[in-house]
């Protein structure tokens, strides 16, 4: 394994791609629909199917890690066409494209494939999927699509993906709690952030440690668990945001286009006996984080 695709490289979870990339032995080949000042990326629009096989094999590429997604969930619901697009025909194009090469695709999936409301115990990859949003739906089209070409594949489910870089909740809050004297947060939704870095370092032990009795489904999280108001208080503390304050509220007080799970804590035990992953608890992970964007600015 030699040339590695890196799609959505962009992103946020693309950007720390390219963080973990400098610290590998292989060829990583970043591509996205947007540009990014100062970042080497190639132009590839993967819901073109014959423009992402040719790619493919004109660079000769051995996997591909697919970080691009359609996930504004909430806009999802009114542009379902995008969302289909990027969320089902593309990951189906990638899959297709790497099995024509007898390569491996890494997709990340979503913690929203799941309803939310069934169980109260962390989700296995064997528990029934019902998800409750086009945002989900699709995304369960996605990893049912990339199944379905019976090609070498590991789909990798997260939840509350967090970053230094692009649209998140940590940096929303940052900024928030730096510039509101109150917000409120909901204190009804309990599931697990994911410091996007975590997740990037994580696949790569997935890729240099696969073989093809590996191929599946899996989860990946930080550890522990907590609420969206819980994680705004912690956000705060650690960034010594101390002129705001932060109240908790119901999700019924905060109605959005799309209902959230109400429970989405994943069970990372299978990745971790399979291929010896790290999970680092997400305070501890968050605190990383907000450090890094400290010394940004």
Known sequence: MKNILITGANGQLGNEMRIVAKHSDLNFIFTDIS????????????CNREAVIEFVQRNEVDAIINCAAYTNVDMAESDKESCYALNVTAPENLAIAIQQRGGLLIHISTDYVFGGDETHRPLTEDDECNPKSIYGKTKLLGEQAIRATNGDYVIIRTSWLYSEYGKNFCKTMIALTESK?????????????????DLAKAIIVVLTNYDSTKRGIYHFSNEGACTWYDFAIEIAKLNLSQGSII???SSDEYPTPVRRPHYSVLDKGKIRRVFNVATPDW?????????NIKASK
């Open 35 to 46: 540009s990014d000042e100062g970042c080497d990326t190639h132009y590839l629009d993967i």
């Open 247 to 249: 109240s908790p509220c």
């Open 283 to 291: 305070r501890d992970s968050l605190s990383l984080c907000i450090n």
């Open 181 to 197: 004297p109150e917000i409120r947060v909901v204190n009804d939704q309990l599931g697990t952030p994911t410091y996007a870095l």
